[in-house]
Structures are given as C-alpha cells and as structure tokens.
C-alpha cells in the first residue's frame, strides 16, 4: 500500500516564497509519477494547477510552479498572496493506481 | 474552453447503487486519461478509479476500498465518462469529481449513503 507524503501545514508571508513537497513511501518520485497538484480554498471545488510534474493551466497563476525536488514531487510558490491560503493536494500516479498525499494546508 | 458536468449522485440506502456521468464539451476525448475521486464530509481527496478513453482491456484501475464494486466505463460518442456503483456503504458518501485529462473537471456530484 502506497502512501504519499505532504507536510501537514505551512506557513508563508505575504510576497514570500514556500515549497510544498510531495513523497511516495516505495520509491522516489520521478516524472514518471506525473504528479499533479490542485488547491482547494475552502467550500470550494478543488482545482488543478499543475499536472505531469510541471506543467500549467491557464487559469495557473505564474506564481505557481511544478519541479521534481530531492527525490519528491514540489508545489512552489513565489510571492505569496492572501488568495493563496489553501489546501494542497498532490497525486501521484503509478502502475495500477493513483494516489492522494494527504494535503497540506497553507496559511498566507 | 472545457466544460465538464457531473451528475448522477443522489441518497441511496446502504446496499443501494446509483449511476454517476461525467459529460465534456470541448475536450478531446478520444485519447485521455480518466479518473473519478472522491472527498467525504471534512475529509482529504481520494482516487477512486482511472481508465483510458482508447487504450482497450486491462486499463481500469480502482482504489481497493471500492474495486469490485465499482465500474469505470466511456461512451467515447457522447464524451461521457461513467461510474457504476453498486453494493454502496456508509463510507461510500461524499462529493464525487471526475478529473479529465490534465485535470479538467467539474463541480462534483453528491452521493449520501444512508438508512
């Protein structure tokens, strides 16, 4: 059984920059996992911002990137806004299955 | 632009099924990854099932909480993706999302499973 690992919570000031990082506990995560990230702003649907490691939306606002990071799967985001404040998912695909890190919550 | 509707959930007694659909417009739907997940009340997102819209045999998958009671399928000429879902159980209810592709999707659908 595959689990995916995201930090529980963090936290970034307004115009800052943070990592969010995404962990598979059977391997490291490679383009191969093609991960995606989405953001859930609360009552809201979740949204896709980023699939297949790095690649955008165009409703993706720049600030947002993808990028493979010491062996997991990283959600950066540069020049935080309060907008931003949200829940992070990311999944991760592999042979049979897809699975959902457990999210994590940003405060801005 | 993608538009994507979901439909289908509604309250249903445990032990009940119910069928979701996942209609496109503006999306190519003839060669894409597919997947439904799901989100309980307060809960974290969770995959369900995946397949493929052209890749044929051997390209469903599901999450073991609901493999052997869920079926993913496609009408690839109505741009229609499906969930069957039978034997249904408490833990089943939440919000059902499909995800397209590079992840297009929709509002979600509510399903309650309840006595």
């Known amino acids: 059984q595959v689990v995916v690992t995201q930090e529980p919570s963090l936290t970034v000031s307004p115009g800052g920059t943070v990592t969010l990082t995404c962990g598979s506990s059977?391997?490291?995560?490679?383009?191969?996992?093609?991960a995606f990230w989405f953001q859930q702003k609360p009552g809201q649907v979740p949204r896709t911002l980023i699939y297949?490691?790095?690649n955008k939306h165009s409703w993706t606002p720049a600030r947002f990137s993808g990028s493979l990071l010491g062996g997991k799967a990283a959600l950066t985001l540069s020049g935080a806004q309060p907008e931003d404040e949200a829940v992070y998912y990311c999944?991760?695909?592999?042979?049979?299955?897809?699975?959902f890190g457990g999210g994590t919550k940003l405060t801005v | 632009e993608v538009q994507v509707v979901e439909s289908g959930g509604d309250l249903v007694k445990p032990g009940g099924s119910l069928r979701l659909s996942c209609a496109a417009s503006?999306?190519?739907?003839?060669?894409?990854?597919m997947n439904w997940v799901r989100q309980a009340p307060g809960k974290g997102l969770e995959w369900v099932a995946r397949?493929?819209?052209?890749?044929?045999?051997?390209?469903?998958a599901y999450a073991a909480p609901v493999k052997g009671r869920f079926t993913i399928s496609t009408d690839n000429s109505k741009n229609t993706l499906f969930l069957q879902m039978n034997s249904l159980q408490v833990d089943d209810t939440g919000i059902y999302y499909c995800?397209?592709?590079?992840?297009?999707g929709g509002q979600g659908t509510l399903v309650t499973v309840s006595s």
């Open positions: 999944l991760l695909s592999y042979s049979d299955v897809r699975v």
């Open positions: 059977t391997e490291t995560v490679t383009s191969g996992q093609f």
């Open positions: 297949d490691t790095n």
């Open positions: 503006g999306f190519n739907f003839d060669n894409a990854w």
């Open positions: 397949t493929h819209s052209r890749i044929s045999g051997g390209t469903t």
């Open positions: 995800s397209l592709g590079g992840g297009y």
